[in-house]
């Protein structure tokens, strides 16, 4: 199924998730931490400036791909409990499952998240299968929403790229037309449908390399039924990339002016970092949030500062493998409550 010649550890990422998306049969083990875990982010952490906080109150989640070992290892309830200690007021699933032992019902997980403060913000389900029995928007799509209701998401997505039918325009606006589809069901139950980019949005259409197919997917898309989920990590690798069209003539684009163009249609942002490194076929290599360089201050005050658009979106921490997750939660909390806007 690769679009690519070499293997491309994006694309990994991208079957991996899709592999664990599941439903129903997760996790609460009553199993205990070992350690008491470090104070709140609010605390862990001292304010840089003397701004307003960069990061709108309620608006910090994580999502639970990023401690799947745990949830898989501990359940979702000592998970939780954790990220209400690191001050975190929302989650968003990538499955209801994530491998933990033990059975338990959506009603219960919706009720074991609120009860540690969090709200359940939206869900990553696949876009299609080959598989008729799959549990994708293509092949379930009323499952899928049944779900998404039961757990009281206000959004439900997919991190799939629209590759369904290929990469030549015609390809995607086939895409877009799904994908207005998935958007109208949902929003006939009260939800919003969102896409999740990596960076091979940001690339170019087969039969026309002067189009960018992320921009075949704003246009196709109606924009009061398909929203946006920004990975800002992966669209400046979309930057980092594909800068230049295939024949070498410049392209530059600036991933925060897609946002400022249009703003309502990102509800939700994946905040991951990445530490520059121009030898890397991809330009960064993913850290922590804070240890990075991506300007988190610049991009999320670009943002709330907007009429109207302080309290409009909703910042998700992410780290596709951090080497610790609980210690990546912790310190990508921490950081993001401790931007100050300047003054």
């Not at 779900?147 to 959004?155: E, N, S, T, V, Y």
């Not at 390809?171 to 009260?190: I, Q, S, V």
């Not at 039924?225 to 992966?234: P, S, T």
């Not at 946002?259 to 991951?272: C, E």
Request: with cysteine; glycine share 10%.
């Amino acid at each position: 199924m690769s679009r690519f010649s070499q293997p491309d550890p994006e694309l990994g990422h991208r079957l991996s998730r899709r592999g664990m998306l599941g439903v129903a049969a997760g996790a609460t083990a009553a199993a205990l931490l070992g350690a008491a875990a470090p104070a709140t982010a609010a605390t862990a952490s001292g304010a840089k400036g003397r701004g307003r906080p960069v990061l709108p109150p309620g608006r910090l989640g994580v999502q639970l791909y990023s401690l799947r070992d745990k949830v898989s290892t501990l359940g979702f309830g000592p998970v939780f409990a954790e990220l209400e200690r690191y001050g975190y007021d929302e989650v968003e699933f990538a499955g209801y499952t994530q491998g933990s032992a033990g059975p338990i019902t959506l009603a219960q997980l919706k009720r074991l998240a609120r009860s540690h403060g969090l709200n359940p913000i939206g869900s990553h389900v696949g876009y299609y299968s080959s598989d008729p029995g799959a549990y994708t928007f293509a092949q379930n799509l009323t499952k899928v929403l049944d779900d998404a209701q039961a757990l009281g998401l206000r959004h439900i997505g997919t991190a799939a790229g629209p590759f369904r039918y290929g990469s030549t325009v015609d390809a995607w606006k086939r895409a877009a037309e799904d994908f207005n589809t998935y958007g109208a069901a949902a929003k006939a139950r009260g939800m919003k449908f969102y896409q999740h980019n990596h960076s091979e949005e940001f690339s170019f259409a087969t039969d026309n390399p002067k189009v960018r197919l992320y921009d075949i997917l704003l246009k196709e898309t109606d924009p009061d039924l398909v929203y946006l989920e920004m990975d800002i990590y992966w669209a400046y690798v979309g930057q980092f990339r594909f800068s230049k069209r295939p024949d070498g003539t410049p392209a530059p684009f600036e991933p925060l002016d897609y946002v400022l163009r249009q703003p309502d249609r990102y509800p939700l942002f994946h905040v991951k970092d990445g530490e520059s490194d121009p030898s890397n076929p991809y330009g960064y290599r993913m850290t922590d949030v804070g240890d990075g360089d991506i300007d988190y201050q610049r991009f999320i005050s670009a943002v709330t500062r907007l009429r109207g658009h302080r309290m409009a979106h909703h910042w998700q921490a992410e780290h596709d493998n951090p080497a610790e997750s609980f210690t990546f939660a912790r310190r990508s909390s921490a950081h993001l409550h401790s931007l100050r806007e300047k003054c």
